[in-house]
């Protein structure tokens, strides 16, 4: 058993004190280590912090990242030449704050001056209006802190005064990182008292000089046998960090950039002093110390935010653990990885036990300098994310310092710069109140608000572990009693009279209230709503004597006419189920839909009959003849809860699913349908949905139920939208018509937009649904451009009866994702997790459909029915798992993020193919964008619009995904294929072709790629380099990146950024932004005129 399992009471303030860079773990007589030789003369290499660091500056140069900045408050009259010579003496005792950074040959080296003063700028606000004053004290601090340093020429440390009234100043010390840490602070303001004392006094220093140097220190760590010293430590890290790991995957409110940025701000909050003594009593009866329970928490506070179970956080640690650089200022922080993995049905006290493990292990190995970490494990870098984590915790003492001089008060913080090193930091410290803290976020990545409820949730979180321990992690509350009850209850309120009939009834009473209008138009023929029910009559009549009754299925194959609509009422006034057959359909499909769900009767035409798969059904062949005689409503016994349609969806393995659809769960779906778009007798409908695609349910029975008249179009006008020009096309019988409603897929408009003429084919429409796919922003753009129609986003799974969410698109709507709207009444949506948890706002989750619209299951497969279509657990009823992945908006709509089907995982990363349509559609040249991954290992994408250059769309995704959801293969496409019920058919898209194969050899084939393969062989030691090799997969580091960086420059005379070495990272990527630089640069040569010219005629 590990010694170090439980801990004593004085073992473990001891270990919360190292933790919080305070002391040693345990005494210092046998922990600190000793023996630090002074250097030899001459430059000193950088410690591998500073290289690191010196590094990421070159990348964000201006960003002012790694500026330390710190403000003391002191109270009394400060004596400036005693301020002064004290500074002055500190900077001449620490070789660090006396160090610039100069470059040679590419490689930056470390110079120690003997003088470099730091000269004291003075500022006065107390002139200003006394109420102006403390606003402009931190404007000129923040502006300070911010200011970028020049680590060639220094200084690298800033000292300013703001006299702020005649008691009351601010003195702020500004460093850069590169040469202190937050430990250096403390020995700065240590030193400057005791300095500002004596020589106020008249007494000269009582400092002693110092051992040894931070270069001294930078020169032993370079040292070989220092290194090999630490190799178990390596072989530590390697195994617990090594495998798949994968970027933490927090729900952010924007796109993540290609290239990570550092624009800040922080949100601070207190938890209660009930709750901090609480986890400080979980942490004494669990044997482990506060900073374990709270780094437990936080771990699964963002696992319960990602739906990962692998997660890795970061923290700092002061790693001064050797005496003689206790009082040293330099960088000698290091940063620990803490990597939990969180089994399935893990409690949270075992997870508490696993950290405890794991964090004594890494400070048992805390010597290995973190950039050594990232240089050996981080070999595919990708500049959209800080290495091997994204997100760091920190466990300190009280932020504030206050110390007294004789009469002075200091009292310390830290400056916030609003600048963030990761996605979040989270920072907890005690004080008399309890624990309070701060989350430093990323405002590229997260709103305000959304890091406002995650504070809530995690507190809510902390709530939940010291009332429950042994809780499962999974279960531990994370959402308030009033967020889960809005969201469960406020947001599902959509309860509405309606109800329960069967379709032919609300048909046959519609018949009743309009006769003689149009009910039916089939290009020259139009029929009224009395003549189409005499028909569904007489067919009815014919089905029953074949022994159609409740729940028995009528296969209907047919082609596209009056007669098609006919026989799908006469199924249902028989009391039978209509089977959708699509003519069209494979044998093999029909062979299998009509063997699985056994209809008592197939309807075919003369045409068709010959063209049935083998079956065992009866055939009932039809003429379409006009009955002679009025005929009455057949009397059935059909209810509501019997079978109206049965629809069949592609399946995952190949096999078809049969979707069986209650009369009320329709009846019900018009309902709500009424509330969300409206339909009446002055509608006219376009249909333009196959009746094996359940939306046509909308455009047929719906529109009848309500009186309105449909326009049926022909299969050959719908799969030729985009170009027919024949008397019945969908554009001409639009106008003719003046249809007011259109509801079709996304890719069938985009065909219909692209048309010469479709645009204005669309004016007469009032009301434009688009569902089954996704809507690109780009289509809504063009339609809210040239149509007048009110514009609505509809969702819905075949298994909750057509559509459960509509959303009315509007002008904001159309520069980011469309959402999917709220639910339809009577109609529940949950966003749940894998353990059907509701997840918050902004988190995905898996979309659950629940409410009246939910259908009976899938014919034959009781197994499948009860995986996919589960007890409700928050009410009535039963949900269905739609498979899709979502997330709730604040305001209750819901935000569509993908299949999790469509998830692929390529190189170590997990990618939404949808993220990258969605960016893609954004291009104003794209129309629609469809991303897949073929032969397992290329990603590809391909587009409608205008045909756009690949390295422009190569460019442009470059500048909003990172490196590694970058497409290798672009294709344009005229139109994308379609299925019959209108969607994109992937089956059918080409296999797009990369312009090289990257994973063959490819020599150089210009001078510019030749230059570069030899530069890249002399610095990798690497013979045979491929131009689509990458520089990091050959063994490429950061520092060598910066070498490369100085002999590219050197080789062709020209100014690149560090960063396109990191972004460009293939020979013939390199090459090809050389070149660019270069054709940019080149000057226009201007046509001479001959001396004389002027003269000649």
């Given at each position: 058993?590990?010694?170090?399992?439980?801990?004593?009471?004085?073992?473990?303030?001891?270990?919360?004190?190292?933790?919080?860079?305070?002391?040693?773990?345990?005494?210092?007589?046998?922990?600190?280590?000793?023996?630090?030789?002074?250097?030899?003369?001459?430059?000193?290499?950088?410690?591998?912090?500073?290289?690191?660091?010196?590094?990421?500056?070159?990348?964000?140069?201006?960003?002012?990242?790694?500026?330390?900045?710190?403000?003391?408050?002191?109270?009394?009259?400060?004596?400036?030449?005693?301020?002064?010579?004290?500074?002055?003496?500190?900077?001449?005792?620490?070789?660090?704050?006396?160090?610039?950074?100069?470059?040679?040959?590419?490689?930056?080296?470390?110079?120690?001056?003997?003088?470099?003063?730091?000269?004291?700028?003075?500022?006065?606000?107390?002139?200003?209006?006394?109420?102006?004053?403390?606003?402009?004290?931190?404007?000129?601090?923040?502006?300070?802190?911010?200011?970028?340093?020049?680590?060639?020429?220094?200084?690298?440390?800033?000292?300013?005064?703001?006299?702020?009234?005649?008691?009351?100043?601010?003195?702020?010390?500004?460093?850069?990182?590169?040469?202190?840490?937050?430990?250096?602070?403390?020995?700065?303001?240590?030193?400057?008292?005791?300095?500002?004392?004596?020589?106020?006094?008249?007494?000269?220093?009582?400092?002693?000089?110092?051992?040894?140097?931070?270069?001294?220190?930078?020169?032993?760590?370079?040292?070989?046998?220092?290194?090999?010293?630490?190799?178990?430590?390596?072989?530590?890290?390697?195994?617990?960090?090594?495998?798949?790991?994968?970027?933490?995957?927090?729900?952010?409110?924007?796109?993540?950039?290609?290239?990570?940025?550092?624009?800040?701000?922080?949100?601070?909050?207190?938890?209660?002093?009930?709750?901090?003594?609480?986890?400080?009593?979980?942490?004494?009866?669990?044997?482990?110390?506060?900073?374990?329970?709270?780094?437990?928490?936080?771990?699964?506070?963002?696992?319960?935010?990602?739906?990962?179970?692998?997660?890795?956080?970061?923290?700092?640690?002061?790693?001064?653990?050797?005496?003689?650089?206790?009082?040293?200022?330099?960088?000698?922080?290091?940063?620990?990885?803490?990597?939990?993995?969180?089994?399935?049905?893990?409690?949270?006290?075992?997870?508490?036990?696993?950290?405890?493990?794991?964090?004594?292990?890494?400070?048992?190995?805390?010597?290995?300098?973190?950039?050594?970490?990232?240089?050996?494990?981080?070999?595919?870098?990708?500049?959209?994310?800080?290495?091997?984590?994204?997100?760091?915790?920190?466990?300190?003492?009280?932020?504030?310092?206050?110390?007294?001089?004789?009469?002075?008060?200091?009292?310390?913080?830290?400056?916030?710069?609003?600048?963030?090193?990761?996605?979040?930091?989270?920072?907890?410290?005690?004080?008399?109140?309890?624990?309070?803290?701060y989350w430093d976020y990323n405002t590229d990545l997260f709103d305000p608000e959304t890091v406002e409820r995650m504070i809530l949730h995690f507190q809510t979180l902390l709530g939940g572990i010291v009332d429950h321990p042994d809780q499962l992690v999974h279960k531990l509350p994370i959402l308030p009693a009033n967020e889960q009850h809005k969201m469960l209850r406020d947001w599902n309120e959509t309860a509405f009279p309606?109800?329960?009939?069967?379709?032919?009834?609300?048909?046959?009473?519609?018949?009743?209230?309009?006769?003689?209008?149009?009910?039916?138009?089939?290009?020259?023929?139009?029929?009224?709503?009395?003549?189409?029910?005499?028909?569904?009559?007489?067919?009815?009549?014919?089905?029953?004597?074949?022994?159609?009754?409740?729940?028995?299925?009528?296969?209907?194959?047919?082609?596209?006419?009056?007669?098609?609509?006919?026989?799908?009422?006469?199924?249902?006034?028989?009391?039978?189920?209509?089977?959708?057959?699509?003519?069209?359909?494979?044998?093999?499909?029909?062979?299998?839909?009509?063997?699985?769900?056994?209809?008592?009767?197939?309807?075919?035409?003369?045409?068709?009959?010959?063209?049935?798969?083998?079956?065992?059904?009866?055939?009932?062949?039809?003429?379409?003849?006009?009955?002679?005689?009025?005929?009455?409503?057949?009397?059935?016994?059909?209810?509501?809860?019997?079978?109206?349609?049965?629809?069949?969806?592609?399946?995952?393995?190949?096999?078809?699913?049969?979707?069986?659809?209650?009369?009320?769960?329709?009846?019900?779906?018009?309902?709500?349908?009424?509330?969300?778009?409206?339909?009446?007798?002055?509608?006219?409908?376009?249909?333009?949905?196959?009746i094996g695609f359940d939306i046509s349910v909308l455009e047929l029975f719906w529109s009848l139920a309500r009186g309105a008249t449909v326009i049926l179009l022909s299969e050959t006008e719908i799969g030729e939208a985009g170009i027919s020009v024949r008397e019945y096309s969908l554009r001409s019988q639009l106008l003719r018509h003046q249809a007011t409603i259109l509801q079709c897929t996304p890719s069938l408009m985009g065909?219909?937009?692209?048309?010469?003429?479709?645009?204005?084919?669309?004016?007469?429409?009032?009301?434009?649904?688009?569902?089954?796919?996704?809507?690109?922003?780009?289509?809504?753009?063009?339609?809210?451009?040239?149509?007048?129609?009110?514009?609505?986003?509809?969702?819905?799974?075949?298994?909750?009866?057509?559509?459960?969410?509509?959303?009315?698109?509007?002008?904001?709507?159309?520069?980011?994702?469309?959402?999917?709207?709220?639910?339809?009444?009577?109609?529940?949506?949950?966003?749940?997790?894998?353990?059907?948890?509701?997840?918050?706002?902004?988190?995905?989750?898996?979309?659950?459909?629940?409410?009246?619209?939910?259908?009976?299951?899938?014919?034959?497969?009781?197994?499948?029915?009860?995986?996919?279509?589960?007890?409700?657990?928050?009410?009535?009823?039963?949900?269905?798992?739609?498979?899709?992945?979502?997330?709730?908006?604040?305001?209750?709509?819901?935000?569509?993020?993908?299949?999790?089907?469509?998830?692929?995982?390529?190189?170590?990363?997990?990618?939404?193919?949808?993220?990258?349509?969605?960016?893609?559609?954004?291009?104003?040249?794209?129309?629609?964008?469809?991303?897949?991954?073929?032969?397992?290992?290329?990603?590809?994408?391909?587009?409608?619009?205008?045909?756009?250059?690949?390295?422009?769309?190569?460019?442009?995704?470059?500048?909003?995904?990172?490196?590694?959801?970058?497409?290798?293969?672009?294709?344009?496409?005229?139109?994308?294929?379609?299925?019959?019920?209108?969607?994109?058919?992937?089956?059918?898209?080409?296999?797009?072709?990369?312009?090289?194969?990257?994973?063959?050899?490819?020599?150089?084939?210009?001078?510019?790629?030749?230059?570069?393969?030899?530069?890249?062989?002399?610095?990798?030691?690497?013979?045979?380099?491929?131009?689509?090799?990458?520089?990091?997969?050959?063994?490429?580091?950061?520092?060598?990146?910066?070498?490369?960086?100085?002999?590219?420059?050197?080789?062709?005379?020209?100014?690149?950024?560090?960063?396109?070495?990191?972004?460009?990272?293939?020979?013939?990527?390199?090459?090809?932004?050389?070149?660019?630089?270069?054709?940019?640069?080149?000057?226009?040569?201007?046509?001479?005129?001959?001396?004389?010219?002027?003269?000649?005629?």
């Amino acid at each position: 058993m590990d010694k170090r399992a439980n801990l004593t009471p004085a073992q473990r303030a001891l270990l919360e004190k190292r933790i919080k860079g305070k002391g040693p773990v345990m005494p210092a007589s046998t922990q600190k280590k000793t023996g630090i030789p002074r250097r030899p003369k001459g430059e000193s290499p950088l410690s591998f912090s500073q290289e690191r660091i010196w590094i990421m500056e070159q990348l964000e140069p201006d960003a002012a990242v790694y500026n330390l900045a710190f403000v003391v408050t002191i109270t009394g009259e400060i004596d400036r030449e005693v301020l002064g010579k004290s500074i002055h003496e500190v900077v001449r005792r620490h070789e660090a704050l006396r160090t610039t950074f100069p470059v040679r040959d590419g490689t930056p080296t470390l110079q120690v001056h003997e003088e470099l003063p730091v000269p004291i700028l003075a500022l006065d606000v107390r002139l200003l209006p006394e109420e102006e004053r403390e606003e402009a004290a931190e404007r000129l601090a923040l502006e300070d802190a911010r200011r970028p340093f020049d680590l060639v020429q220094g200084p690298l440390v800033r000292v300013t005064t703001i006299q702020k009234t005649d008691q009351e100043s601010l003195l702020l010390i500004t460093m850069h990182h590169i040469i202190s840490d937050d430990w250096s602070l403390g020995v700065l303001i240590n030193e400057f008292s005791i300095l500002y004392a004596s020589y106020k006094n008249g007494l000269p220093s009582p400092l002693a000089e110092l051992p040894i140097h931070y270069s001294d220190f930078a020169y032993w760590q370079k040292q070989p046998e220092q290194q090999a010293s630490l190799q178990k430590q390596f072989d530590y890290w390697h195994e617990q960090l090594g495998g798949d790991r994968e970027p933490l995957q927090l729900p952010t409110d924007r796109l993540r950039p290609a290239s990570q940025t550092y624009n800040g701000a922080r949100t601070v909050f207190r938890l209660s002093r009930q709750l901090s003594a609480a986890l400080q009593q979980l942490s004494v009866e669990s044997g482990t110390t506060l900073f374990m329970t709270l780094l437990a928490a936080y771990q699964t506070f963002l696992a319960r935010y990602t739906g990962q179970s692998d997660i890795l956080v970061g923290s700092p640690i002061a790693n001064r653990n050797r005496q003689e650089i206790e009082g040293l200022v330099g960088v000698f922080i290091n940063t620990l990885v803490h990597r939990s993995r969180i089994a399935q049905g893990m409690t949270f006290r075992e997870l508490l036990g696993n950290v405890r493990r794991t964090t004594l292990d890494a400070f048992a190995n805390q010597d290995i300098p973190f950039e050594k970490l990232v240089e050996r494990l981080e070999q595919d870098r990708n500049l959209a994310y800080p290495p091997l984590f994204q997100t760091l915790f920190s466990l300190l003492n009280n932020a504030e310092r206050t110390l007294s001089m004789p009469g002075l008060t200091l009292q310390t913080e830290t400056l916030y710069t609003q600048t963030v090193s990761f996605d979040i930091t989270l920072t907890i410290y005690e004080t008399g109140q309890g624990l309070e803290g701060y989350w430093d976020y990323n405002t590229d990545l997260f709103d305000p608000e959304t890091v406002e409820r995650m504070i809530l949730h995690f507190q809510t979180l902390l709530g939940g572990i010291v009332d429950h321990p042994d809780q499962l992690v999974h279960k531990l509350p994370i959402l308030p009693a009033n967020e889960q009850h809005k969201m469960l209850r406020d947001w599902n309120e959509t309860a509405f009279p309606s109800r329960a009939a069967c379709l032919h009834q609300l048909f046959e009473a519609q018949v009743e209230r309009s006769p003689d209008a149009i009910a039916v138009v089939f290009e020259d023929q139009q029929i009224t709503y009395r003549a189409l029910n005499n028909r569904a009559n007489q067919m009815a009549q014919f089905l029953q004597a074949f022994g159609v009754g409740p729940d028995e299925r009528v296969g209907i194959f047919m082609d596209r006419s009056p007669d098609l609509l006919t026989a799908m009422i006469a199924a249902h006034k028989a009391g039978g189920a209509y089977l959708p057959l699509d003519p069209g359909s494979p044998q093999d499909r029909l062979g299998f839909m009509i063997g699985d769900a056994q209809p008592k009767v197939i309807l075919t035409q003369p045409s068709l009959a010959g063209r049935l798969p083998e079956h065992e059904s009866q055939v009932l062949t039809l003429r379409s003849e006009e009955p002679s005689l009025f005929l009455p409503n057949p009397v059935s016994l059909v209810q509501p809860e019997h079978l109206a349609y049965i629809i069949y969806t592609s399946g995952s393995t190949g096999r078809p699913k049969g979707v069986m659809v209650e009369h009320q769960s329709a009846a019900h779906f018009f309902t709500g349908m009424d509330q969300a778009v409206g339909c009446g007798s002055e509608d006219v409908m376009l249909a333009v949905t196959s009746i094996g695609f359940d939306i046509s349910v909308l455009e047929l029975f719906w529109s009848l139920a309500r009186g309105a008249t449909v326009i049926l179009l022909s299969e050959t006008e719908i799969g030729e939208a985009g170009i027919s020009v024949r008397e019945y096309s969908l554009r001409s019988q639009l106008l003719r018509h003046q249809a007011t409603i259109l509801q079709c897929t996304p890719s069938l408009m985009g065909m219909i937009l692209a048309a010469p003429d479709g645009p204005a084919a669309l004016a007469p429409l009032q009301k434009i649904l688009l569902g089954g796919e996704a809507m690109p922003p780009a289509l809504a753009r063009h339609l809210k451009q040239k149509t007048n129609a009110r514009l609505f986003n509809m969702y819905g799974p075949t298994e909750a009866t057509v559509w459960s969410a509509v959303h009315v698109v509007d002008e904001p709507d159309l520069q980011t994702s469309i959402p999917l709207g709220r639910p339809i009444v009577n109609c529940e949506l949950y966003i749940l997790d894998e353990h059907l948890q509701p997840v918050p706002v902004g988190v995905g989750g898996e979309l659950h459909i629940g409410g009246a619209g939910v259908t009976r299951g899938y014919l034959g497969r009781p197994e499948l029915t009860a995986e996919r279509f589960i007890a409700n657990p928050f009410g009535a009823g039963r949900l269905y798992k739609t498979g899709d992945r979502a997330s709730f908006l604040p305001d209750g709509s819901v935000k569509f993020l993908g299949r999790f089907d469509s998830q692929v995982k390529l190189r170590g990363f997990r990618i939404e193919l949808g993220e990258i349509e969605a960016v893609l559609d954004q291009h104003p040249a794209v129309v629609q964008a469809v991303a897949t991954v073929y032969e397992g290992e290329v990603l590809g994408v391909y587009y409608s619009g205008e045909k756009v250059p690949s390295i422009d769309l190569r460019a442009y995704l470059k500048e909003r995904l990172p490196a590694y959801m970058i497409p290798s293969a672009y294709l344009h496409l005229d139109k994308f294929p379609l299925t019959a019920t209108g969607k994109i058919n992937h089956r059918l898209l080409p296999t797009p072709e990369t312009e090289e194969r990257i994973a063959e050899y490819v020599e150089p084939r210009t001078p510019t790629e030749k230059k570069l393969v030899g530069i890249w062989s002399e610095l990798l030691r690497v013979e045979k380099i491929s131009v689509y090799d990458h520089f990091f997969d050959l063994g490429g580091h950061s520092l060598l990146a910066t070498k490369l960086h100085a002999r590219m420059q050197l080789e062709f005379s020209i100014e690149l950024n560090l960063r396109d070495l990191f972004e460009k990272t293939t020979i013939a990527e390199l090459a090809e932004a050389i070149q660019a630089v270069e054709t940019v640069r080149a000057p226009v040569i201007q046509k001479r005129e001959r001396i004389g010219s002027r003269n000649k005629r």
